[in-house]
């Protein structure tokens, strides 16, 4: 398919997205509600396919500048658009939205083993020569394990799965060191016109700074005995408890992210984004004037088109169930439905707007210019004593990552949200 025809499909997924959130009502049961959120969910992974199409056959074609170089995008990249650490002279992996982070070459040698194999084998034994083979390799003296490079690489990819800024277009890049520092363009050269013989005008970019600091991230998941033991899926459970708690974190801190050591600083906390208030006490949302503005700030600034809009449930809610006068369902306009909306629980909805205290936010972006930069380690200690006296093993799962926005410009923070 060409990319017209897949924009066109893209519209047409939208649309009906929007109209499977709109059948839900009040008085549904429950499970009416879940088929409708499920023909919503199976349509939105759908235009997530054809995005990730779409950005393939461009990058075939005349390439993205935009873009870095991503893991399985080796050979069609132009050389000059590749990142190499100034220090260790050696190419940094950028792996964008569709790209893996595992290397499948590395995958072979732990063929079908999983993160959530090795931590039961931890305590129960290992399976096979794979789970025996990564448990020997990896254990410390401390009792703590360093999971294999190509297993860390398999759950980052889980992990990365389930995050929705990645989802949204984030690039994942990979720290060879605790910090990397990468270049960004503050603002652009403005050429001159000049007639026959006369000089040229002088105009150089402002270049800036971004450096990645691997900042630490731990959570800890505790289990027990029996239900390892005895449960068929209690090694999948745990690697999805581990890679969810992982994404929650990583939405919330690459979008909200204080700044302030050792959290890494988010979007809307990030100098030179824009921002669209919904007045000074906050307002609910009751048609498209507000969202049209947001996105006439991003064009006004020369910003790529959004690849999404993130924004809590409750919000995402509210602009499906719009109506006009007569109660029929109000249409978006089209450069609305261009924009994938996509709800996050990690979007808070009691921020303060004057005297309000339950406004909300909806974050737009062109989130490819957004990057989470990420060790390729994952460390996992398992406490043995600590909860022995109720038959429990505690897992403390350790990751070090850090989050950088490029251009601020491409990103618009729509305050003061509050319900109808």
């Not at 007045?279 to 790529?304: F, H, P, V």
């Not at 994952?378 to 109720?390: G, S």
Request: glycine letters at 8%.
């Amino acid at each position: 398919m060409t990319i017209e025809q897949l924009q066109r499909k893209r519209r047409d997924l939208i649309r009906q997205a929007r109209a499977a959130l709109r059948k839900i009502k009040d008085d549904m049961t429950e499970v009416e509600v879940r088929k409708a959120e499920r023909e919503h969910d199976d349509m939105m992974l759908q235009i997530d396919e054809i995005d990730a199409q779409i950005d393939d056959i461009e990058a075939r074609e005349d390439g993205d500048p935009r873009r870095p170089i991503g893991v399985n995008s080796c050979d069609r990249e132009p050389a000059e658009n590749r990142w190499f650490d100034t220090g260790t002279n050696k190419e940094v992996r950028v792996v964008g939205k569709g790209e893996r982070f595992a290397s499948q070459d590395g995958e072979r040698q732990y063929d079908g083993l999983t993160v959530g194999g090795v931590l039961r084998g931890m305590i129960l034994g290992p399976r096979g020569d794979a789970e025996r083979r990564a448990l020997s390799e990896g254990t410390d003296s401390a009792g703590g394990f360093t999971v294999p490079t190509p297993l860390a690489g398999q759950f980052i990819d889980l992990m990365r799965a389930r995050s929705h800024v990645m989802s949204a277009g984030a690039q994942t890049v990979q720290l060879g060191s605790e910090t990397l520092g990468i270049a960004k363009v503050a603002s652009d050269p403005v050429p001159g016109w000049r007639n026959e013989n006369a000089s040229i005008a002088e105009s150089d970019p402002t270049l800036s700074k971004l450096t990645f600091t691997a900042r630490s991230l731990s959570v800890l998941v505790k289990a027990s005995r029996e239900l390892l033991a005895d449960s068929a899926n209690a090694a999948a459970i745990l690697e999805r408890v581990f890679a969810q708690s992982f994404a929650n974190e990583v939405d919330r801190v690459a979008l909200l992210g204080t700044g302030t050591a050792p959290e890494p600083e988010g979007v809307v906390n990030v100098t030179g984004i824009n921002t669209v208030s919904m007045g000074t006490n906050g307002a609910a949302i009751t048609d498209y004037s507000e969202i049209l503005s947001a996105l006439q700030a991003l064009e006004d600034d020369n910003a790529e088109p959004p690849t999404a809009a993130i924004m809590a449930p409750r919000t995402k809610f509210a602009i499906a169930g719009l109506v006009d006068t007569t109660g029929q369902p109000l249409r978006a306009p089209a450069v609305v439905e261009a924009v994938p909306f996509r709800s996050s629980s990690k979007i808070p909805v009691d921020d303060d707007q004057g005297t309000a205290t339950n406004a909300s936010r909806i974050i737009f972006g062109d989130y490819r210019e957004l990057f989470v930069g990420m060790r390729e380690e994952l460390q996992i200690f398992m406490l043995r004593e600590r909860y022995a006296d109720t038959g429990q093993f505690a897992f403390v799962a350790h990751m070090r990552l850090d989050v950088q926005v490029a251009q601020p410009e491409a990103f618009c923070d729509l305050l003061g949200i509050i319900p109808a």
